[in-house]
């Protein structure tokens, strides 16, 4: 395909059609292949600047006025030149409160004044003084705990050995030695000095109930043979009434250097079933409601201190060494020969009464009689078959009432009675066992009968 011929490149203006340029300055458009622009839009010489118009001042007036010379206004007044004096405020710059306060501004308006704001306590003082409140408040409790009274209940006992003083001995065979024999000397406040003491109940670890042991079974016969200073388990032996006994104790070292036993005391339970109305003494020592009873060697002997009651002779403890750990975990009680002698006098008596009873089935009698008829009470008689049948009894405490006595009575008589003036009875055996019951808690015993 042809392509379209180039038109032709106008002439540059100012010069004449067929004339070649005089330099080569004048072909500039040439070498770049553009279009020339048309003659007359750019012209090759810019034209001068007007000159600036300069300002001719009017001609000076013939007369005077109140701006001319002195020389020249004669005695034409001057101009005069208004003059207004202004009074500038210079703000106060403000002190309080502080800048970084958010209602402070740096300046305050003329004739208003500073707004005052009340500063708080400085943190550090405050600070200060709520610790010094605190600490003199946790003083004064201090000193007020430390001596208020504490009220201690009576029927608690608490032993002059509650707190001893620690013995100084360099060797756990002494600590065992020193202890054995403070027993054996009935000192029970020296002995507790030489170990601490269980978390039980005290009522035992006082004078007298070491005393009664010692009384019972003494201790004699000491023997600790010298062991090694770091030893911790001591061999002792001695003699509890009559039986010998060889044991071993633990010892410790203490804070200062000094020995003592791990234990001056062994902690026994008290699980038994018990009373409220029939008391526990143990070596003449009453003991309360407790459930663990703090003891040392020796032997104990359980009465009720009642004297138609008395503990089993199976109760008494003998405690070897300080390895006992058996728990008391039974109390059987059982009749005394005096609670025996006035249980049979006082259901003699009942009997007695409810034979001369004139009337059918008496109460609380061991009697139970029955008539179709009508009975004459004064005709009624009963004489018994068997002249005694209470002092043969068997008195036994109940199994589920301690505090109860009671035995198996069989009684045996005749009864005869008369229904009118004509008519008798020839007698009617009755032969029935009856309990007979009484609290034998009381110094004066009732009777009870029942089935």
């Known amino acids: 395909?042809?392509?379209?011929?180039?038109?032709?490149?106008?002439?540059?203006?100012?010069?004449?059609?067929?004339?070649?340029?005089?330099?080569?300055?004048?072909?500039?458009?040439?070498?770049?292949?553009?279009?020339?622009?048309?003659?007359?839009?750019?012209?090759?010489?810019?034209?001068?600047?007007?000159?600036?118009?300069?300002?001719?001042?009017?001609?000076?007036?013939?007369?005077?006025?109140?701006?001319?010379?002195?020389?020249?206004?004669?005695?034409?007044?001057?101009?005069?030149?208004?003059?207004?004096?202004?009074?500038?405020?210079?703000?106060?710059?403000?002190?309080?409160?502080?800048?970084?306060?958010?209602?402070?501004?740096?300046?305050?308006?003329?004739?208003?004044?500073?707004?005052?704001?009340?500063?708080?306590?400085?943190?550090?003082?405050?600070?200060?003084?709520?610790?010094?409140?605190?600490?003199?408040?946790?003083?004064?409790?201090?000193?007020?705990?430390?001596?208020?009274p504490v009220a201690v209940p009576a029927d608690i006992v608490i032993p002059s050995s509650a707190q001893p003083s620690a013995p100084k001995v360099p060797r756990g065979d002494l600590a065992v030695k020193g202890y054995l024999t403070a027993l054996a000397a009935g000192d029970i406040d020296a002995a507790l000095s030489y170990g601490p003491v269980g978390g039980g109940s005290r009522a035992l670890l006082v004078p007298d109930a070491l005393k009664a042991s010692l009384a019972a079974a003494p201790i004699t016969n000491v023997n600790v043979p010298p062991a090694d200073a770091t030893a911790s388990t001591i061999h002792a032996s001695y003699q509890l009434g009559s039986q010998a006994v060889v044991s071993d104790y633990k010892v410790v070292k203490r804070d200062d250097g000094n020995w003592q036993l791990a234990a001056s005391t062994t902690t026994v339970r008290l699980s038994a079933a018990r009373s409220d109305r029939v008391p526990l003494v143990i070596n003449g020592q009453r003991i309360g409601p407790v459930v663990e009873l703090e003891l040392v060697p020796g032997t104990y002997s359980l009465t009720t201190g009642l004297p138609y009651l008395e503990y089993q002779s199976t109760t008494r403890l003998t405690v070897n060494d300080l390895s006992y750990a058996k728990p008391i975990a039974d109390l059987p009680v059982e009749v005394t020969p005096e609670g025996k002698s006035a249980l049979v006098v006082a259901a003699q008596a009942s009997l007695a009464a409810c034979l001369d009873y004139q009337q059918l089935s008496p109460p609380n009698c061991p009697m139970n009689e029955h008539s179709p008829r009508a009975v004459i009470a004064s005709t009624i008689k009963r004489d018994l078959v068997v002249a005694d049948p209470v002092s043969g009894a068997q008195w036994v405490v109940d199994a589920t009432d301690s505090s109860i006595a009671s035995a198996l009575v069989p009684v045996h008589y005749r009864l005869s009675a008369s229904f009118d003036a004509d008519t008798t009875t020839s007698g009617t055996d009755y032969n029935q066992s009856w309990t007979a019951r009484a609290d034998a808690t009381r110094r004066v015993l009732s009777i009870e009968w029942g089935h």
């Open 1 to 148: 395909m042809t392509q379209p011929a180039s038109p032709p490149t106008p002439a540059p203006a100012g010069l004449l059609a067929g004339t070649e340029p005089e330099g080569p300055d004048d072909d500039v458009w040439g070498p770049t292949h553009l279009v020339a622009p048309p003659a007359g839009d750019l012209p090759r010489t810019m034209p001068a600047w007007p000159e600036p118009s300069r300002w001719t001042p009017d001609d000076v007036p013939d007369q005077p006025t109140a701006f001319s010379p002195p020389e020249e206004r004669g005695a034409l007044p001057a101009a005069q030149i208004p003059v207004q004096i202004t009074t500038a405020a210079v703000p106060k710059p403000l002190r309080e409160p502080a800048l970084d306060h958010p209602g402070a501004a740096r300046f305050a308006a003329p004739g208003e004044p500073a707004v005052k704001v009340k500063r708080g306590p400085r943190p550090l003082l405050w600070s200060l003084g709520v610790a010094l409140a605190l600490v003199a408040g946790g003083i004064g409790y201090g000193v007020w705990d430390a001596n208020r």
